[in-house]
Antibody, heavy 121, light 108 residues
């Protein structure tokens, strides 16, 4: 069974940094592309970033480009997100999600439970 | 960038009702369209990918249709467990992997 567990959230001061981790199990992590998606309180889903299995391809949303870094350690079956210069609008639940491909169409087929990040002084 | 617009933003319906949710892209995306369901406090769950392909384990009362710029998610007979927020997502041109703003289905 696919299992994704985020960690590293909590209260962070404005201007600070955070590093989130996503521990993966139940599938071949090294061949799976992964994504980070966040959700501000009471708002919709916002895609943030994508990384291919080999880390050769990385994408970022314009809203976080320059402040966000995605990475992975396939030996540890782990995905990471580092977000710098945090602002109040970065507050929300952050999800890691696995990307599946079927009939050449991709979709996010497994999600972690989400981790809350609160940016406040 | 491709922009996705869902309508309505919310709707009220009764158990047993047929419910349709629309999603429109600002340019053609062929059938590169996914639908997700999210219940309060839970992670999203994929229902449909490639506009009309039902993900394994998803009840057959859910169906998707459309191609190009206009897409529809239909719930043929609304069940109590279907009250949730539904999101579309385009998978045609990335980045960004754009979501619609969501449609909340509430109990009438």
């Amino acid at each position: 069974e696919v299992h994704l567990v985020e960690s590293g959230g909590g209260l962070v001061q404005p201007g600070g940094s955070l590093r989130l981790s996503c521990a993966a199990s139940g599938f071949t992590f090294s061949t799976s592309s992964m994504n980070w998606v966040r959700q501000a309180p009471g708002k919709g889903l916002e895609w943030l970033s994508y990384i291919s299995g080999t880390s050769n391809t990385i994408y970022y949303a314009d809203s976080v480009k320059g402040r966000l870094s995605i990475s992975r350690d396939n030996a540890k079956n782990s995905l990471y997100l580092e977000l710098n210069n945090l602002r109040a609008e970065d507050t929300g639940v952050y999800y890691c999600a696995r990307e599946e491909v079927a009939t050449t169409r991709w979709f996010l087929d497994n999600w972690g439970q989400g981790i809350l990040v609160t940016v406040s002084s | 960038d491709i922009h996705m617009t869902q309508s309505p933003s919310s709707l009220s319906a009764s158990v047993g009702d047929r419910v349709t949710i629309s999603c429109r892209a600002n340019q053609s995306i062929s059938n590169h369209l996914n639908w997700y369901q999210q219940k309060p406090g839970k992670a999203p769950k994929v229902l449909i990918y490639a506009a009309s392909t039902l993900q394994s384990g998803v009840p057959s009362r859910f169906s998707g249709s459309g191609s190009g710029t206009d897409f529809t998610l239909t719930i043929s007979s609304l069940q109590p467990e279907d009250f949730a927020t539904y999101y579309c997502q385009q998978s045609y041109s990335v980045p960004p992997k754009t979501f619609g703003q969501g449609t909340k289905v509430e109990i009438k």
